[in-house]
């Protein structure tokens, strides 16, 4: 046992509609009895996904004595989850973990997507997709200005998208360590645009690597607000910097 940040849920608040389930893609809540549970504290990692999904705010981020997250155990809770649930909680379609086959074709227009979902709030860290990949971390307006994006960076690489300064910044990192410590990710690439605020997903990039405990480099890209590539170099990450 150790203290350490875990979801807390409110009875008296909760309504039993089941957002916070589907919200969770580490399987760690369900209804029972027409209220939300956090079925074990193995399952459940502290960073407050679910958080955002309840309408009557009834989940909190508390600190507490509790047991360390079990990333093998949760593998294997959401492997049993196949079958029928005996509550009535709902997955939603927008958060299911899904492996996509790269189109097919040489048209302009192919996609390079390979996965589902890619915002970094929702990517599930054991999300099997992430094992030996090369990530790429993007801010989310990269796609918008550049023109190219898929068939320069996305094609072969997972993704991970946010933006450093509408986001909360800390979540980001914490939930990046968790994937970086918990999946054996060959290569980190991250791509923002110039403006200043955008920069901070290099520093979301630093500090969740130092936080993995996996020294690393990661190519930091910089894209104009023209679509241009105007920046890269290799930035190298120690449990220092």
Avoid at 144 to 157: I, S, T
Wanted: some cysteine; hydrophobic content about 45%.
């Amino acid at each position: 046992m150790t203290v350490r940040n875990i979801v807390h849920i409110d009875r008296d608040k909760c309504d039993g509609c089941g957002q916070c389930v589907s919200a969770c893609a580490e399987g760690a809540i369900e209804i029972v009895d027409g209220k939300a549970v956090l079925v074990s504290d193995v399952y459940c990692d502290g960073l407050g996904a679910c958080l955002g999904h309840c309408p009557r705010d009834a989940i909190t981020i508390e600190q507490r004595e509790a047991r360390a997250f079990d990333e093998h155990a949760t593998a294997e809770h959401l492997a049993g989850q196949g079958g029928a649930s005996a509550s009535p909680a709902f997955v939603c379609p927008g958060l299911a973990a899904l492996t996509l086959s790269p189109a097919a074709g040489e048209r302009p227009a192919a996609s390079g997507l390979t996965q589902w979902p890619v915002q970094l709030k929702l990517v599930p860290v054991t999300a099997p997709y992430f094992a030996n990949a090369d990530l790429l971390l993007a801010a989310d307006c990269v796609p918008f200005a550049m023109a190219d994006f898929h068939r320069r960076f996305l094609q072969g690489r997972r993704i991970a998208v946010g933006c450093p300064k509408l986001d909360d910044a800390e979540f980001y990192v914490k939930k990046l360590a968790s994937i970086l410590a918990g999946n054996a990710v060959k290569s980190l690439t991250v791509v923002h645009m110039q403006v200043p605020c955008c920069s901070g997903l290099t520093r979301v990039a630093r500090a969740a690597i130092r936080e993995s405990g996996r020294p690393m480099c990661f190519d930091d890209v910089t894209i104009s607000l023209q679509g241009d590539v105007i920046g890269d170099e290799t930035v190298r990450a120690t449990a220092e910097t």
